[in-house]
């Protein structure tokens, strides 16, 4: 029974380039959420998708960022033009329904802008 | 004010001793609890919730003070593998994400 499941696990993009990460949530899991870790920092939520469906972006940065979660395929979060302010661990998680306690964290994706 | 505030730490304890930590969170809405344990550079895991009426797990004790909004975990006779950051997080009413506070670290020593 596969976890959550995130890649790459590390990414190293230059200044300007663009990001994107993807996250296979668990099976029977049709909730995903993205949290941001910075360095020395809390997680941050950033996102909360249902398939085909943003339910909550409250947490995402108003430009540049953007998230999907299309029918097939995993979700993506995706970062254009990339600053050093967006080096961090990005973390997916997910879970079975919406009410759910739990929510069960992937490996997270290290990105690093040089 | 950060929503969910934790001491930083680190606490710095020897094999077999009994450690607390302490959250305070500011949104009276939360309605649900937990702490998660992140061991360096990796995912946050959940350890356990918290309920109004305190719970235990093995040697991990959870309580919480509503009145006080105050949230507190006990790890007692603390071994090696328990060095790690303890996560206190809340969910609001309504609301799935998670509000994670910073994290206490533990270093536990032989």
């Known amino acids: 029974n596969a976890g959550v499941m995130q890649n790459p696990r590390h990414l190293v993009r230059r200044r300007g380039q663009e990001a994107r990460l993807r996250c296979s949530p668990m099976k029977g899991h049709s909730h995903v959420y993205w949290y941001r870790q910075l360095p020395e920092e809390g997680l941050k939520f950033m996102v909360y998708?249902?398939?085909?469906?943003?339910?909550?972006e409250s947490g995402m940065p108003k430009e540049r960022f953007s998230a999907e979660f299309p029918k097939e395929g995993p979700s993506i979060l995706r970062i254009q033009q990339v600053v050093r302010g967006d080096s961090a661990a990005y973390f997916c998680?997910?879970?079975?329904?919406?009410?759910?306690?739990?929510?069960?964290f992937g490996p997270g994706t290290r990105l690093t802008v040089t | 004010r950060k929503e969910v505030e934790q001491d930083p730490g680190p606490f710095n304890v020897p094999e077999g001793a009994t450690v607390a930590f302490n959250c305070t969170y500011s949104n009276s809405a939360s309605q649900s609890f937990f702490w998660y344990r992140q061991d360096c550079r990796k995912e946050p895991k959940l350890l356990m919730s918290v309920y109004s009426s305190g719970n235990e797990d093995g040697r991990f004790t959870a309580q919480l003070n509503r009145a006080s909004q105050y949230i507190s975990l006990l790890i007692r006779d603390s071994k090696l593998s328990d060095s790690a950051t303890y996560l206190c997080v809340v969910k609001e009413t309504g609301f799935q994400k998670l509000v994670f506070g910073t994290g206490t670290r533990l270093l536990v020593s032989p």
């Open positions: 998708l249902q398939k085909e469906n943003i339910i909550d």
């Open positions: 998680a997910s879970s079975k329904t919406g009410d759910s306690y739990e929510q069960y």
